[in-house]
Structure formats: C-alpha cells, structure tokens
C-alpha cells in the first residue's frame, strides 16, 4: 500500500449574493467614523466642511442640530423626541439613528444631568467648534475663507459651464472606459492606475504585465451611481494620502471646500497650503477641476456637486439612461436603447454583441458570454442586477420585472463553472488483501477524514490533516502484525 499527495475535487453549489449599490454617504460616514475625535475637531474648524458634513447627515440629524444650532443650553432627550414626533415606531429607529451618528461624529455630546436626588435624565450638547463654523457658514461671516476666492475674470477667457462640462465627463469616463477594457488613445496617469489597483477594483492581467483587468468589485463600481464611483475613488486617495502621511484634515477640508463652490466661477489657490495645492492637481486626473493658471482653477460639476444630490454629469442620453434602456426577453435577446459608447463597453463584458445602429444595439445572453464574465470575476448576480438596475421603464410593467428563464440560467451557468473545487489530500493505493483495505478505510470513515473513494480499485483519498493519524494507524497495525501493513 503506498500514499501519495494529490489534488482531489468536489462539487460545489453556492451562489454569490451582490446587495444594491450603496448610497456614497454611507462610505463616507463610515470613513469619518473612523478618524480620531482629535482629527474631527481639527476638520470642524473650517465652515466648509461643517457645512459639507451637515448635508450629508439624514433629515432627523438635520433637524436636531437647525434645532440646537442657535441655542447655547444643552438639551434633554425629552426635548428631542418631541422635535422628532416619537409617538410612531419608525420614528424611534430613525431617532435612535441619527443621534447615534451624531454622536459617533463628535457632532453632539450625551451627559446625564441630574433632576433631582433620586432621577437623572440624559442632555445633548452641540459640539462648539461645529457650532460655531455652521453659523458662520449659513450666515456668511468671518473672513476664513474657506469657501474658496472667487477672481474677476473677464467675459472674453472665462470658461463655460457647457466646456466645463464637456472636461470632466471625458476625463472622468476615461477611467471608467479604461477599467472596461476599451481601446483608448492615452491611459489614465499613473497616479489613478496605482489607485485602481490599490482599492481593488482592477486587479494584474496575467497575460500583460502592464494591463489592468476589472474585478468583480471593479463590475460592482460600475453599477453604482457617479456620485458613490466618486466617493469610493476619493476615499481611496484619502486612504493612500493618509498611508503616506499626508494630513488627512488638509485633503478632506480641500475636498469639502470643492462641493460647496459655484459651477462656472473661476477660483485662486494661491493661498492654500502645499498639501491642497498637490490635492488639487492630482484631482485634474479625475476631471474634478480645471486648472486655468499658475493659480487659478475652475470647479467642474463633478466638484460642485460633492457633497449634494445633484447629477455630477448633465446629458439628455445620460438622462434617459437614469431611466432604464435595456429590455431583456425570454429568448435572451437583449435591446439596449443607448448609443453612450462607455455602456456599450460595459454591456461587451458579459453579452454577445450582434447588431450595432444609431441609438440600439442588440445583443444575446450566451452561455460563452457569461463564462468570459465569470473568467473575469463578475457574478451571476451582478449581471442580474445591472440588467435589473437599467431596466427600460416599459420592462417595470412586468412582474417579475426579469423572465425568470433568462435569471436561473444564468445563476445555472455559474453553478456550472463553480461545480468543481480542488482540495488537497493523500491517495492511498496498493494495499496487500481486501482485508487490510477494509480495515484502513472504516478507520479513516471514524475519523471523518475521506475525501473520495473507490472500493473496486481499493483506492481512497484522505484530507492533509488526517494524513499523519492514518498513517501512526497503518504503522502500528503493521508493528503490531495486524493486517494494515506496507509502505506508506
């Protein structure tokens, strides 16, 4: 009986859940969470952010602190649920929410006072820092400056809003045409490359040193709304900024003052520090900003609307987009109502593309197609929801709003790829009578440690960690001139 090394297989059948996109305030929250409370007291000393964090805090967070803004008394918590109407359950659980949020940020403070000897009731304090830059913020005063400094230009240079836009969407959407694999007349800078690699959306294509390949979380981006892809890029520069020690309080004041100017007015940074300063310039790679002159920029959409729920990119296709152009029928035929080469490019990565006109493109999901946005790492489930996500508004009439058909079948061609998993383990073979199998294998059955086995041939195969308690067994049998005898 000999035993060797080996690679054994079973199947597999689960699948990969992929949640809805997740809104970008969400990651932002949890970044900020994050930071020291040192950290969040030094950021509340500009206006801008104060303002910039306050728009993204829910509607019952806003509601409290417009509440305590103006009022320097703390206040009790029975106070505050009759500002937030407590009477109904969901009421509480957004309550409950949005003071914990409040709190986690440094924005308000609990205490417990006392009413008298015997009861104590909890308070609310507005952070003063916080306080104070809000109110300067929304009434405009003091001279810090942090809401940027505005230049005369004059009519004949200055930049239109059309131009400005024009800018940034082609140098935002030659990011996201990169990470899909479209051929392009220059790459984004090195700068963005090491960034998408670093936050994993791209990972090393083996099969050239120098490209990039989407991954699965890379597909997950692209289903995300423009606001959260930018969100999710930036914190990562935030992430990579901090790691090489660079102040974190200087990048995110710079961004935070970047969502709160005017689109078409041109702007000085010959005031900031160093670090804004090299944050604006590398964000001339992302198509957030303009730079006119030694010192001047213009903010583009896509700064301007940071921190609001406004649309970063403004197009009449893109608008249709935002209402679904794709039907999916139960023969797998696809329609897509689009003529944006960056969709196309997206729809190329798990369909077959077969007819191409003006403002349609038909294609098919195929059994190939999908396999080669398997290869890629993107899931059966996130193909599911992209064709969910931009559904035609005539495929929302329908219940369910995707044939089911077209769903399983792709959920079956990922169970297909997935059918086999490879385990290390130790063939066992040879052995000297049907006796000294017999006795080999129930002891390994005991011990729970077989992985395949096949009694005709008297072959079995043994996970690693079983290995070496089978093979004692098989010694000592063999020392003891019971049956399991031979060479292991």
Known sequence: MSSLKTTSTSTSGSGTQTGSPADFTSALYAFLHALPRLTLARLYNTPASCLAIFRLLPLIGRHLVLNMLWSDDPMAKSQVEVWADTSRAESQTQLHESLTKLCRLNIIEETVAALDQWNQQPIFTLNSSFQQNLRRALTGGGNH??????????????????????????????ILHYMVGSRLP????????????????????????????????????????VNTQLWNILLQYLKMAEANGVDVVDVLACLFML?????????????????????????????????????????????????????????????????????????????????????????????????????????????????????????????????????????????PLL??????????????????????????????????????????????????????????????????????FIRRGASNGGNPTGNT
Not at 151 to 161: G, R
Not at 261 to 266: D, I, S
Not at 312 to 324: F, K, Y
Not at 328 to 337: C, G, P
């Open 186 to 225: 220059t790459k984004p800078s090195h700068n963005i490359l090491t960034l998408l690699g670093q936050s994993g959306l791209m990972t090393s294509d083996p099969r050239s040193l120098h490209n990039l390949k989407i991954t699965s979380k890379g597909f997950g981006f692209l289903l995300e709304d």
């Open 259 to 399: 969502g709160s100017l005017e689109l078409g007015q041109e702007y000085s940074f010959s005031n900031w520090t160093p670090t804004q300063t090299q944050v604006l310039q590398d964000l001339v790679d992302y198509g957030l900003v303009l730079v006119t002159a030694r010192d001047r920029f213009y903010p583009t959409r896509l700064a301007t609307t940071l921190t609001s729920s406004a649309p970063p990119l403004v197009s009449a296709e893109r608008a249709q987009e935002q209402h679904g152009f794709l039907v999916l029928e139960t023969n797998y035929r696809v329609y897509a109502y689009t003529s944006n080469p960056l969709q196309i490019a997206v729809l190329n990565l798990f369909l077959s593309l077969r007819y191409r006109f003006p403002n349609l493109v038909v294609g098919a999901v195929t059994r190939e197609s999908i396999k080669t946005a398997l290869s890629n790492g993107i899931t059966a489930d996130q193909v599911i929801m992209y064709l969910h996500t931009h559904a035609h508004p005539q495929m929302r009439k329908l219940e």
């Open 145 to 174: 400056c942090s809401f940027g400094v505005p230049c005369n230009t004059s009519a004949k240079s200055a930049v239109s809003i059309d131009e400005l836009d024009r800018y940034g969407t082609e140098k935002w959407e030659t």
């Open 403 to 472: 044939p089911p058909t077209v769903v399983d079948q792709i959920r079956l061609w990922e169970l297909e790829k997935n059918r086999i998993r490879a385990q290390d383990g130790y063939l066992y073979e040879d052995f000297q009578s049907a006796s000294q199998y017999e006795s080999v294998i129930q002891y390994s059955r005991s011990l729970g440690i077989i992985l395949w086995e096949h009694a005709g041939l008297r072959k079995f195969v043994v996970e690693c960690d079983g290995h070496v308690t089978l093979r004692e």
